[in-house]
């Protein structure tokens, strides 16, 4: 094993790997059980691949289940209080009461409506529906058992009811005795500018065509859903994000702690985490597309369609882990084996002439790359 220790210190010192991962496949070495230095030994490299795996497989269960505790919002934590409270009757029993307040009316005759919402106390959700009036719905739940002592003391929309509204813009202050949650309908044919914001609290947009979306979050996760976008931006600290059915002309995300689940048809995707996995379904590529993944801890797995006259070119590494590229033929530039990882640039035969071309770069530290094809 002192081959491998030297591969991982020479990787620490070339700077491929932080002190931290170096100090986890060292203790992974050390984890080795006795006689194990009088079996036959496979390669370096060959080990240090499946502890870069077994190590990115580690943190991406502790990660995906860190990821799931966030998604118990502040609403659902007071909605078990009394039933935790009730059980200790000398701290004093304090219920929870739940009030839902919707605002209806017509949008009016702008053709980009802005949709501006920033919520530190839950979740927002805005989703495109067939009618041809916006709905927005707001639930707050409190602590108390005086519930018209309560309704004085709730956040106050400010939408008039019925009132005609060519923007859609609102700022819920911080509280830190309730949860609030957001819900807007608008009609599915109009086409939106939206901007949604949230500290404690899921995000979801669905079935929505916008000039441009941002949506950045702490903690929760971020749903998209039959979305047609000029441009998608986002950032999450912790939560996971799913995309299903989106289309845009450029996807660019940051995430914290979390993992990537997403099928699109863009030309230009931009994926970052540092702990999670980066699951990638192209849906579809017209003309000259680029999709850049990278991950820290985890592994990258793509799916490309599977399509003879499609130009595929290839520029994949990792640190610690394997690569495979299940792609039929391809004229590989260079493959190489380093240390306990890989690096693999390779093009599909004829990839310059093709009229659609896609380029995939994906990085990791501690993990596998896995391309492969679907059909379309």
């Known amino acids: 094993m002192q081959e491998e220790r030297k591969i991982i210190l020479r990787m620490l010192e070339e700077g491929k790997i932080t002190a931290e991962e170096a100090e986890a496949l060292l203790n992974a070495l050390g984890d080795a059980p006795a006689g194990a230095e009088n079996e036959p030994q496979e390669e370096p490299w060959v080990r240090l691949e499946r502890m870069g795996e077994d190590f990115a ?3 991406e269960v502790a990660v ?7 998604e118990q919002t502040v609403s659902e934590k007071l909605t078990k209080l009394p039933k935790i409270l009730g059980k200790f009757p000398f701290l004093g029993f304090e219920e929870s009461q739940e009030f839902t307040q919707v605002v209806r009316g017509p949008v009016g005759p702008r053709d980009v409506v802005p949709i501006n919402l920033s919520n530190v106390n839950g979740p927002i959700r805005v989703q495109g529906w067939s009618e041809d009036y916006y709905q927005l719905t707001i639930v707050q739940r409190l602590r108390g058992r005086d519930r018209e002592l309560l309704r004085s003391r709730l956040y106050e929309v400010g939408w008039e009811d019925g ?5 859609f813009r609102l700022t819920v ?3 830190g005795d309730r949860s609030i949650s957001l819900h807007l ?3 599915e044919g109009r086409t939106y500018e939206v901007f949604l914001d949230s500290q404690n609290g899921s995000l979801k947009a669905e079935n929505l065509k916008t000039t441009s979306l941002q949506m950045e979050t702490i903690n929760g996760s971020t749903e998209l859903r039959s979305v047609k976008a000029l441009s998608i931006l986002g950032k999450s600290g912790n939560g996971s994000v799913e995309m299903e059915g989106v ?3 450029s996807i660019r995300h940051r995430l914290g ?3 990537y689940r997403v099928s699109v048809a863009s030309p230009e995707v931009d994926l970052v985490t540092t702990n999670g996995t980066v699951n990638v379904r192209v849906a579809e590529v017209h003309g000259r597309a680029k999709y850049c993944l990278r991950t820290t801890n985890g592994t990258i797995k793509v799916s490309l369609p599977s399509r003879v006259d499609l130009g595929t070119s290839l520029d994949l590494r990792t640190s ?3 690569i495979t590229a299940e792609l039929g033929s391809l004229e590989i530039v260079r493959h190489e084996r380093v240390g306990g990882g890989a690096f693999l640039a390779a093009h599909s035969p004829g990839c310059e002439a093709c009229g659609d071309q896609l380029h995939l770069e994906a990085n990791c530290v501690s993990g596998a790359i896995t391309v492969s094809a679907h059909t379309v």
């Open 173 to 175: 202050p911080s509280y």
């Open 185 to 187: 309908m608008v009609p």
């Open 320 to 322: 610690v882990g394997r």
């Open 57 to 59: 497989s580690k943190v």
């Open 257 to 259: 702690n979390g993992s």
């Open 64 to 70: 995906d289940r860190f990821s799931r505790s966030l």
């Open 163 to 167: 009132a005609v509204l060519d923007e």
């Open 247 to 249: 289309e845009a002309d």
